[in-house]
């Protein structure tokens, strides 16, 4: 068994590693995938260096850590490195030419990327980092890869039209919730997400890090943001003024499937990894934290303000709630786009929870409520889309409504189908925390997308006034 | 009342006589006529008629054929009387032959009372006086012969009418030859275990016979008792008839209600062993007597169930060649309301492996409704779970409409629709008139609705009759947008851009890449659930590969699409219509864009660079 490498073995790559760090603080903020946009990078130093292919083209894992002001968050970089026969990467990729070798972001170079896949396929360790199969995986190698383009957080590579390597850009220690959550959930043989077939981790400074997830890759799957749009555009478009549920773009018998589908996720996940009570105490600490999210938010976004008053007593319903109530691990930033319709049914993707969200914040035991709450809420922007950055238009608003009420219904129809109790049941915590996620969303679209800021402001008016 | 000659040659009116109830078949051969000395019924002998020559010999023609649809009621009155007939259907063979067509499916025109459309047969071996004689028959076998097109028919193995000589001979005379042809019992107790499928006309299986005193078993309706294929000489008479049309040419048969021919105590009397022992008894008679005839199995099921009726994979199917794929139509409509692919991906990714001498036969519409009711305790599949669950499509996709109808005469989704058809695994099955956009008229009966007359020309009656416009069958459709002045095959054959010409084109292009018929399926699948994208591959002998690549929009919105072509990198794909040259396909996934409903078909050519090839010139 082979220890951590120590630096200094792979010396060779000491002095391109160091200039890499001077690049990487202009570099970095232009990737998608970085979470830090909103400051200056002050420093970008290398916690690991590991060669996966050696000489040119080489092609060098690299671990970071990015101090912005008080924050120092770490970072997995891909860097391919030439002297000749530079790939055909795009701009954005390029990261410079350090010690004679043109360094570019390598997850678009085929060529390189290959290896991954190996590796895991084979079992091997190189330096601290451990490529594994998931047992009983068999894999077929020798496959060329193509990330795919609509991934915001983390890249992830497709395999032929057979697997998925997920490459986890910001790490947190520990092992990858996404990783332990898909792989209880395939011991019990859930029909209901992609199959785990193998993953890359490592150590660095004594701590575990997953660094990658290899899946199975559903080329026959559709998101169900994109699903749900399909239904939405065909009820905008339709003149003839008939209600959802009698136009032939109905989601509703989807919706229920999918809705089906969540609640036996739910069911698996607390068979796999129990499930606890919580107790007074702890409601009283969520209220808190939804009021003190509330207050936050609300002195920032000043179109809160004539709801907050009522917002608060909405939160504050939770700390009265009977207690105790059930809570579990759940998904946690669940929505349409996290989801997939195959044709086997629905999947569910992405276990790692809300990405702006604490380690701790992501592990800690949810009320499943959270992703029934998370998914109505995508039911609402679904419905609205397309009435974004348009004049208010009274008719095509009434028609998103009957939408959104027609599916969302539907979603809570079969989630308590499938789990024997409807979540409308518990009417405060679900308002509560549908509200929490809208009250979240205005503090997103303020600061990212200020057209799209009436959607929850619109929610929020009309889940106040709905639940008095 | 009816006129016939007794086994002692004078003639006399006899209420009693076993073809008593057969209608206009006085100057014909036909069963029934005399009876031999046992008992026996003299039936008519194919030695009796002339015989038409064979079409070419291809062993596997009905895995590529076009097949087409056509009610000899519906086609064309050769005589004036209203009706269309045998002489006039063949009258039309030219047209059929310039569409492309490969070969005609008749629904029955055998002798019957016409209380189940003919599908209530009286005489296995006449034709229904109104459509002509059974020497028509093999004119029209002769002239689509020498055309290269092929005729097959309906049989219905299971029932009788309760007209046919058969029936008439047993109820009277248990003890005779036909005694036991039939399902006869004592009480209505037996079998309790076999649903009623058509329940709103029947209330049991069983029906009381005054004249012989006994219940005669039916699972259709009580004019059509069930034959008894217990009894060696009914399975044997049952090959004889098809043997009667075989010897006379016919290129096979569809046939009707097969999952029912055998009753078995404690079983619900469908699919049952003994029904599958006797059709590979029929196969093998075919494979050894009729080489290159098919059989074509009517088994409304689900497709994990109609495969069984291809039989043996390990042979290549040793039971009916080909059997229609049900519940693919319906999710082509549910698809495209939808817009959405999965319903279409579903039901084929639940299609199982067919054995390699079998084929599909699927249809947009046919002389029938459709109704997602298919069967009621398949519980196993997901498929029927939950789409019966959604009303409106139910009720909008089991109705009795013609397609253009259907498709609100939308041009764009007509042309989509028929793509698919013509694309999609398994032999297509137009519908008579389909090909010219034909309405329907919902003010007639339901099932009349889709039986109108061909539109032929704007002439009288549609160009179908010379006779009285008050004689013919039904009223040619007459509405402005379906009307035979406007929707008419001379029309359309007169223009280029015509939904006729649309679809011949369409046929020709199909047939110039044997892929469609024979080639695997691959479901692309790809992000756009509204695109539906599809391979056919078919391999050739040589090792290489012929790929033809379908990408449908089923949105009427346009629609991007990227697909996973990896697999192809460096061909070009050349669209099937024009022979036009897209992109070269790369290692990233090929982007397309489609209008809405629209659609490509490509070959995926390996070709050298356009510019080393003009290079060349």
Known sequence: MSG???????????????????????WLPTQRWFGGKDRDVSAVRALSWTPLLDGDPLLLHVVVEVEQADRAERYQLLVGSRQHQVPDVPASASIGVEAGFTCYEATGDADLTSCLLDSIAGGVQIGHLRFEAEPDAELDTGLRAHPITTEQSNTSLVYGRQYILKLFRKLTPGVNKDLLLHRALWKLGSPHIAEPLGAISGEIDGEEFTFGMLQRFMPDAADGWVMASTSVRDLMADGSGLPPEELGGDFAGEAYRLGKAVANVHADLARALGSQEAH???????????????????????????????????????????????????????????????????????????????????TALRSPLRDVAGMLR??????????????????????????????????CDGYGKASGADPREQADLLLALELDKAVYEVAYEHANRPDWLTVPLSSIARMLSEGE | MTTLQNPRGDRMHDDTAPDSELVGLEDTPHTGESIADDGTLVEPQAGDFAHAKQAPDDPEWFKRAVFYEVLVRAFADSDGDGTGDLRGLASKLDYLEWLGVDCLWLPPFYASPLRDGGYDISDFRAVLPEFGTVDDFVYLLEEAHRRGIRVITDLVLNHTSDAHPWFQASRQDPDGPYGDF??????????????????????????YDPVRGQFFWHRFFSHQPDLNFENEDVQEAMLDVMRFWLDLGIDGFRLDAVPYLFEEEGTNCENLPRTHD??????????????????????????SDVVEYFGDPKVGGDECHMAFHFPLMPRLFMAVRRESRFPISEILAQTPEIPGGAQWGIFLRNHDELTLEMVTDDERDYMYREYATDPRMKANIGIRRRLAPLLGNDRDQLELF???????????????????????????????????????????????????????????????????????????????????????????????????????????????????????VLRREDGDEDVVLCVNNLSRFPQPVELELGEHEGATPVELTGSVRFPRIGELPYLLTLPGYGFYWFQLAELEDESERRSMT
Do not use: C
């Not at chain 2, 006869?184 to 309790?192: E, F, I, K, L, V």
């Not at chain 2, 679809?503 to 047939?511: A, C, E, L, N, Y």
């Open chain 1, 4 to 26: 951590p490498v120590e630096t200094e073995e792979v010396g060779p790559h000491d002095e391109l590693v160091e200039q890499l760090t001077e690049t990487l603080p202009e």
């Open chain 1, 280 to 362: 007074a105490a702890e409601l009283e600490g969520s209220s808190a934290a939804m009021i003190e999210r509330l207050d936050r938010i609300a002195a920032e976004v000043p179109e809160l303000g004539p709801h907050v008053e009522r917002l608060r007593s909405a939160f504050r319903k939770v700390a009265d709630l009977p207690s105790p109530i059930t809570v579990q691990s759940v998904h946690g930033d669940l929505h349409l786009g996290q989801v997939l319709r195959t044709v086997q049914g629905w999947l569910l993707l992405d276990f790692e929870g809300e990405p702006a969200a604490t380690l701790a914040e992501r």
């Open chain 1, 378 to 411: 995508s039911f609402d922007y679904a419905a609205h889309q397309l009435l974004v950055g348009q004049p208010h238009d009274e008719e095509q608003e009434e028609r998103a409504l009957s939408w959104a009420r027609r599916n969302r219904s539907a979603f």
């Open chain 2, 182 to 207: 039939y399902v006869w019992a004592d009480d209505d107790s037996g079998y309790p275990d076999a649903r009623i499928i058509f329940v709103d006309t029947e209330t049991s299986n069983w029906t």
């Open chain 2, 278 to 303: 006797y059709l590979k008894r029929v196969r093998a008679t075919i494979d050894r007597e009729y080489p290159g005839r098919v059989l074509l199995a009517e088994a409304n099921q689900w497709p």
């Open chain 2, 418 to 536: 028929t793509a698919m058809l013509l694309s999609l695994p398994g032999s297509p099955v137009l519908y008579y008139g389909d090909e010219i956009g034909m309405g329907d008229n919902i003010w007639l009966g339901d099932r009349d609705a889709v039986r109108t007359p061909m539109q032929w020309s704007p002439d009288r009656n549609a160009g179908f009759s010379r006779s009285d416009p008050g004689r013919v069958y039904l009223p040619p459709i007459m509405d402005a947008v379906y009307g035979y002045e406007a929707i008419n095959v001379e029309a359309q054959a007169a223009n280029d851009a015509s939904l006729l010409n649309w679809t011949r084109r369409m046929i020709q292009v199909r047939k110039q890449h044997a892929a469609f018929g024979e080639g695997e399926f691959v479901d692309l699948g790809g992000s756009n659930p509204s695109v539906l994208a599809y391979k056919r």
